[in-house]
């Protein structure tokens, strides 16, 4: 075996030579394999689209405004949420970003049917939500999947009125309202994610009617989850 390799290099003084430059070429065509592309930056654009489920407050002062017993409160609903946003500025690990966002919600509280002979006292009512908001937010993360927390000021309007009963003005107001919240965005495709959204809305009191007292100052939470499109 010594005498072959002894003749091997022998015939081939140039193997010795050779076999490190080999190995440098064999390393330097693996490295573009196995190197990573940095994470893409948050894109320019966004558009969301969630189903919602608000949870309306249960307010003995509330119910008070619109001649309702508490337990005639609706508290659980359905809803839309959908959003845009830009993303202009980058910061360091900070996005920063502007857009806005429609969310509207409906809940209707039914009365149990009662047995034959009893009167039925409870009446059947339905809570509105509407409203429409320009959203600052702060993103961290990359292309792949971020998360944020962002904030809105703008009016929203309220509604809480038993279904045999027509409107009254208070029901029609304007009530100024702040949002606030956060989420996130998970890309299972290069165009196409899963998001969440949890949001609460700090609606202003409302004016008083005739004999009743004005609505409370209240919180609305509504949780959203759908799609984002980039």
């Given at each position: 075996?010594?005498a072959f390799y002894a003749a091997y290099n022998t015939r081939c ?218």
């Open positions: 075996m010594r003084p140039m193997t010795r030579a050779t076999t490190p430059l080999l190995f440098l070429v064999l390393f330097a065509a693996a490295v573009p394999t196995y190197a990573q592309e940095p994470p893409p930056r948050i894109p320019w654009f966004v558009v969301d689209t969630h189903a919602t489920v608000p949870r309306f407050p249960g307010n003995p002062l509330l119910a008070a405004s619109r001649d309702l017993m508490l337990s005639e409160l609706p508290r659980r609903g359905w809803g839309v949420q959908v959003g845009a946003t830009v993303y202009p500025v980058r910061w360091r690990a900070l996005t920063f970003g502007v857009g806005g966002e429609f969310a509207s919600t409906l809940a209707r509280k039914v009365p149990a049917a009662l047995p034959a002979g009893q009167e039925q006292t409870l009446r059947e009512t339905e809570e509105r939500f509407r409203s429409i908001s320009p959203q600052l937010s702060f993103n961290f993360g990359t292309g792949h999947g971020w998360s944020y927390i962002s904030a809105g000021l703008a009016n929203a309007t309220w509604s809480l009125v038993p279904v045999d009963r027509p409107p009254i003005p208070g029901d029609s107001d304007k009530l100024k309202t702040l949002n606030y919240g956060g989420g996130a965005r998970w890309f299972m495709k290069s165009h196409l994610a899963f998001s969440f959204d949890v949001r609460f809305y700090a609606i202003n009191p409302g004016a008083p009617y005739l004999d009743l007292p004005g609505s409370p100052r209240t919180t609305l939470m509504i949780i959203g989850a759908g799609v984002s499109v980039k």
